[in-house]
């Protein structure tokens, strides 16, 4: 089975270098209409032109595509729903939707300024909230949509001097359990990617013998699969020079302590028994925690 978009159309933020160019490339070369937007800033979030959306667009159009630049910036919700409401005027519906914009502000946190945590925080976060806002409402009136959420390792187990990075990409794994918990009754199938590769964003951080293996185009596939028709939902794909793994927030059975008032020392004292991964779950949703909690609680009053 090959899989095609044809009749779909996709909005793609980021998308003037990157990760977000190869994924609009690829997915405006199996059929769909694309939505090319980047603020066309520096790394760090200075500066903008839309250059770099016109010149993927061009790259698109000789190729036989459809596409149209935006250089909005994901950080100005009124900038966002006018892309989205010129898109629908062009085409008439928005199937799928990649939030990739992006900056770095990298530093240690005792060295961080806070504006700096900030600006990271609205770009990623606020940037991908901004998007799903403007398109779930038509999403959902057409009963379909894919969205895919670009998380990171860095969120996921942490890296120094990414406190600001790593807080809003986690923070987007959040955003994309409960949406896609509230999207299933209208086929709103909701991930999260987090990828490896060698980017503007990457290229200080790792030697150029990693970079050649971490080529863009070699996550771009994990991205198709997760905006699919048969697409999952509330997955968490890693991706990165080939290769793809699945990332998993899980719940170990645990233990019962209740509230003798030496409670706090047997956490301590239990706490291997209460990291066992022997049996760990991946809840269905935040309900499942507290399930389990009164579950134990009500067997040990049995």
Known sequence: MTIRFDGRVAVVTGAGGGLGREH??????RGAKVVVNDLGAAVDGSGGA???????????????????????????AAAVQAMVDETLKTWGRIDILVNNAGILRDKSFAK??????????????????????????????????????TTSSSGLYG??????????????????????????????????????????????????????????EAVTPGLLALVADDAPTRAILCAGAGAFERAHITLTEGVFVGLP??????????????????GETVPDSGVAQGSLETAKALRARA
């Open 112 to 149: 961080m300024d806070l504006a700096d945590f900030r600006l990271v925080v609205e770009v990623h976060l606020m940037g991908a909230v901004h998007c799903c806002k403007a398109v779930w409402d038509v999403m959902r009136a057409q009963n379909y949509g894919r969205i895919v959420m």
């Open 24 to 29: 609009a490339l690829a997915l405006a070369a």
């Open 261 to 278: 008032d030496d409670a706090a020392e047997q956490v301590v004292h239990g706490w291997d028994a209460i990291s066992d991964r022997a």
């Open 50 to 76: 839309t250059a770099a959306a016109l010149a993927v667009v061009e790259q698109i159009r000789a190729a036989g595509g459809e596409a149209i630049a935006s250089g909005a910036s994901v950080t100005d």
């Open 159 to 216: 890296n120094f001097g990414q406190a600001n990075y790593g807080a809003a990409k986690m923070a987007l794994v959040g955003l994309m359990q409960t949406l896609s918990l509230e999207g299933a009754k209208n086929n709103i199938r909701v991930n999260c990617l987090a990828p490896t590769a060698a980017t503007r964003m990457t290229e200080s951080l790792m030697p150029e013998a990693v970079l050649a293996l971490l080529r863009p």
